[in-house]
């Protein structure tokens, strides 16, 4: 095999300092594209986010011909990295993704004679890199590399930071049209950007969007601006855990593969769970439409339209919050021990669950404050000000539930018999993995108690009982969690923001600063919602 | 001993939620307070840190009179953690602090008939916050506590976010005083804070600071912000330290304490890098000092300060870039061994350098962007890109350097002869540290290398040649790069702002984006060297 590195947080260092550099510049052109008044044009963004995906599909090429050409390169596979539903829900994105290409490459192509051709060029280069990122993952998102380390991570951390680039010139474009259509006032880009174009280019009719087509192509590609950014950023997790795993050394036999069985796939549950967040999802979806319609009407029907979504907002993170309460409580009788193996995955979810679940609680700290130290009190800011509480207990509670059940063990796993060794145990847990990562080293010294990998033990977690009425209760939380997180993650994504219909905070904090608080944090509000699908998914299958 | 935590993970997430909320909270409150236009006044700041800081010193007096009580409550004391340089920092800064509440105290009872009590309360509270926490921090850095373990982390991070809380608030209070008193118009803060203070309280007249000594107390207190703001983050990098050390295990033997021979402190140095760097400090005061009062002067004098300004620093970063360059060549001809023991001070220090750097790193190439793409090219253009280029480039290679001496084994300490064992050899150190860490356990399994805690080993380390001209090398990078940090955080910190007395970014970006953007990096690029600082005098005595 390749010689082992002496340190490997060196390597790691240059491939992070990469990232940093390219980053940084990336977001200081894309939130200068985004001010009217600052003289960088999003061409200039579009230029260097093609650049940044040319780049990267041509390191990817090599590194999947590469790989496909040394045989010895991958020697381990990494269990626990791109499960199924993560590289399913990334395909899933990726052909939206596509969809919002040739969307946008129709709705510029409409008036291609007043534009610069980096605006077509960009949705085409976008395809190809999506088309080659998607395959890449698919293939080799399991990877612990072991050839060119350096050169490996440094490929992975610039392919990472063009996802993380595409994902903020997303978000900025999407918040200045929310912007934009929420207020006629000021704040747009459009305008100004067609009439740059008609500056330079020829004249100014055949530059604005007036056919049909045209305009639905602006409609479209502007709804499918959810599915790009959840793209970008599962593919972030996906590349970050295969940096995380170059040069990683593991067991041939380590870790259990959780395998779906689809034949009993709702069979363990009460029903109850999924029955009810599934009312919840219909009913969530109606007061969705009827927001969205009313909040369109005249001001009456809007805080008619307001009531209406606090009122349902309420009831469902009621609910939740509740839920994944008794799921903790649950969790206190539980006996499986602990799983204490080190998990790059697990911990970048962790890390992102609590990370992400800060743009929700800032938002809502700041709507607390105006609504506490406002003086105008009615019902709507009572309902705001449950809202926002509510909101901070149920991702709060949520998330102890959702960590908590990632490090329990396999479904029947108990622990020993022995009390009084349960301490020592946990750290024999802990400890034996960095041993198992010594193959070339003579023989691996056994610790006192027996490995987990016993015989004895795998029998005991085959024949454990299945369908005892904790694992079931389980099962049915996280189905109901999960249908929850769904709708929840629909309403902002697919553009409500009572945050501006509501007038409280606007008046409160004024709207620029209020718009930029919303427009910063929301984005991670949603990819929370998003991430806490795919995270309570496996913990469904893992109970 | 106590029992051993199941899952420890559980244990600190509870803490850090509480972190995080409370810290949220009074990012609000604070973030609204400095903004004239939101209805959150300064006095409700003050009141959420006068409680803050109450709750946090009564349990500092809970803490210590507990662990005084219960005599087995810390079994283990961790060698890295608050090293004296860190304590002594704390102290010292500790103390600007008392002398900047006694400003404070001063400047607010200068016109108390006016002014809410919480205005005199706070800095008197936070008097006494200050000599709590300061003695506590001494006395118990090093604990690893095994008594409850739950409060106790609570505690710890409930005294992490009061500093943090106190930082935020010292950095925007500072932050709204520059931009009064570099641009008068509007962005203030103290006049509508007396008039509000006027309007509720009595005369005009008594409540405007206009005697001598309010003014010298005023001036004061903001030249005291630096270090009261240095305070907080040294106490914050202690008790996440001490927060990480709760519930450790740790072998008694372990750990190499590095001794500061006080006699020798010098002594192994080519006088090189002490000398170069004391005549760029001097220098560097004197530029500083010609600077400020230049760019109060009149316009043509602005232009020729930011000259020798930025001259000075080109110079400055140039030679520190190159310096740091030839520390890590020299590394590449070292041999002694990677240091993989697992250390949370170690860990801590690296992550603030990187992070830390982002601020700097982020204004660095929004002036690139803005000279780049602005059409004014003249000698203070290419004078501001250079300085920009070159302090990304400083940054980079001055934490690369940094962190691989941090990660270097102590001095003398060899690898084994024998190449092909290497690879195995560095795991071996990976692997022993938590297999030490299982006291209660039967007799330690040995691994097929001898551990480095060997008698044969520590005669090596003893009879190492000292004073190689490695060693002497090194040394000498480090103090001369210890010395340029220095000054430039004595550049910043006092009020050196070349960010707005040139003109090209802030015609670029429009002031109140360009001061949003300085006004939120300028504080982490601080603190960078600040932490630079502490890291270099460690580089220093370890190599």
Redesign the interface.
């Known amino acids: 095999a390749a ?5 490997k ?2 390597g790691r ?1 240059l491939s ?2 990469l990232a ?2 390219v980053l ?2 990336a ?3 894309i939130s ?1 594209g985004a ?1 009217n ?4 044009y999003d061409t ?1 963004v579009f230029a260097l986010l093609t650049a940044m995906m040319l780049l990267a599909a041509i390191w990817i090429l090599f590194y999947l011909l590469r790989s496909a050409r040394c045989p010895g390169a991958v020697p381990y596979l990494d269990a626990h990295a791109g499960p199924i539903w993560l590289r399913g829900g990334l395909v899933l994105f990726g052909i939206c993704t596509l969809v919002m290409d040739v969307f946008k490459t129709g709705y510029y192509s409409s008036f291609f004679e007043c534009q610069s051709a980096i605006k077509i060029l960009h949705p085409l280069i976008q395809a190809v890199f999506v088309i080659v990122q998607t395959y890449f993952l698919w293939v080799s998102a399991k990877d612990c590399i072991h050839v060119h380390l350096d050169l490996t991570r440094c490929g992975l951390m610039f392919t990472l930071t063009t996802n993380l680039a595409i994902w903020m010139a997303a978000v900025v474009d999407e918040s200045v049209h929310q912007a934009s259509s929420h207020s006629n006032v000021s704040h747009t880009r459009l305008t100004p950007d067609l009439e740059r174009a008609s500056g330079s280019g020829g004249g100014g009719d055949t530059c604005s969007c007036n056919t049909a087509i045209c305009q639905i192509f602006q409609q479209g590609y502007f709804y499918l601006y959810p599915f790009n950014i959840e793209y970008s950023l599962f593919a972030s997790t996906m590349l970050y855990v295969m940096w995380k795993n170059v040069g990683r050394l593991l067991a041939a036999t380590h870790g259990h593969s959780h395998t779906l069985s689809r034949a009993s796939l709702f069979r363990e549950t009460f029903f109850a769970g999924p029955i009810l967040g599934l009312i919840l999802f219909v009913v969530g979806l109606a007061v969705f439409i009827i927001y969205e319609v009313q909040v369109s009407g005249e001001r009456g029907r809007t805080e008619q339209a307001l009531v209406t979504y606090y009122s349902f907002n309420i009831v469902c993170l009621g609910l939740m919050t509740l839920v994944s309460l008794s799921g903790s409580v649950i969790y206190r009788f539980d006996r499986r021990a ?1 799983d204490h193996h080190k998990n790059p995955t697990r911990t970048l979810d ?1 890390a992102l669950l ?1 990370g992400a679940a ?1 743009g929700q ?2 938002i809502s ?2 709507s ?2 105006a609504v506490v ?2 003086t105008p009190r009615d019902l709507l800011g009572a309902l705001n000000l449950a809202h926002a509480l509510l909101m ?1 207990a149920q991702h ?1 509670f949520q ?2 539930f959702i ?2 059940s990632l ?1 329990r063990g396999p479904p029947g796993e108990e622990p020993r018999e022995s009390p009084p060794k ?3 145990q ?3 847990f ?2 034996l993995d ?2 198992h ?2 193959p ?3 023989p691996t ?4 108690n027996p490995s987990p990998a016993d015989p004895q033990e795998a029998m005991a977690i085959i024949l454990a009982p299945r369908g005892h009425w904790r694992r079931r209760c389980l099962k049915d939380i996280s189905l109901f969690l999960l249908l929850c997180n769904v709708i929840l993650w629909i309403m902002p994504a697919f553009g409500a923001r009572p945050h501006f219909s509501n007038t409280v905070e606007v008046e ?3 709207y620029s ?1 209020w718009a930029a608080i919303v427009n910063i944090c929301l984005p991670f509000g949603i990819f929370y919602r998003m991430h806490a699908v795919s995270s309570l998914l496996e913990v469904y299958v893992l109970s």
């Open positions: 010689p082992r590195e002496v340190w947080k060196g260092l992070v300092l940093v550099n940084l510049l977001c200081t052109l200068g001010f008044k600052v003289a960088v200039d602990m962790v609590m800060l609680y800032a700290y700041y607390i404050v130290v406002g901070i709060t998330n102890v960590i908590e490090h349960e301490s020592c946990g750290l024999t802990a400890n960095p041993l990562t010594l070339a080293c003579p010294p056994r610790l006192v409160f904090y004024g600063l």
